[in-house]
């Protein structure tokens, strides 16, 4: 192999990670499948199976959750699991308004919107927790 492919395969495996990345945060939403493709073509990885393959893959994990960055390379907090400090913070809260702290996984994201419908008077528990 030369140099030059060498280099060639280790840059279409940076765009196709940052491709990917992309794909998942939602970045192509204007065009989706068909703005993964186009790329991917432009860089060369164009074999049809192997593009189907990655593009179910990423949506596996755009819908089961994959840890993602946004633009600015900092984690989405939409996507992004609750920490153990804003989940502390929401217990706290919620034993002193003496109602239930949500239940089930939160984002960062939700659980900033609960701590905030906590403080604001506007926490509906129902919304919250499971009915069972």
């Known amino acids: 192999m030369t140099a030059l492919a060498e280099a060639l395969l280790a840059a279409q495996r940076q765009a196709i990670a940052a491709l990917a990345k992309a794909y ?3 970045a192509f939403e204007d065009d989706g499948e068909a703005g993964l493709i186009a790329n991917l073509d432009r860089i060369g990885a164009n074999d049809a199976v192997d593009q189907a393959f990655l593009r179910e893959c990423l949506d596996t994990l755009r ?3 994959a840890p993602t960055e ?3 390379g900092k984690p989405d ?3 992004e699991p609750a920490s153990q400090r804003q989940l502390d913070f929401l217990a706290k809260l919620a034993d002193e308004k003496h109602t239930m702290p949500p239940d089930g996984l939160l984002t ?3 659980a900033s919107e609960a701590i905030s419908a906590l403080q604001a008077g506007t ?3 129902d919304e919250w927790t499971a009915p069972f």
Do not use: C, D, Q, S
Request: proline residues 6%; glycine residues 12%.
């Open 24 to 26: 998942v945060a939602g």
């Open 70 to 72: 946004r633009a600015n």
């Open 63 to 65: 819908t089961w959750g």
């Open 123 to 125: 926490y509906n528990v």
């Open 108 to 110: 960062k994201a939700k």
């Open 77 to 79: 907090p939409a996507l």
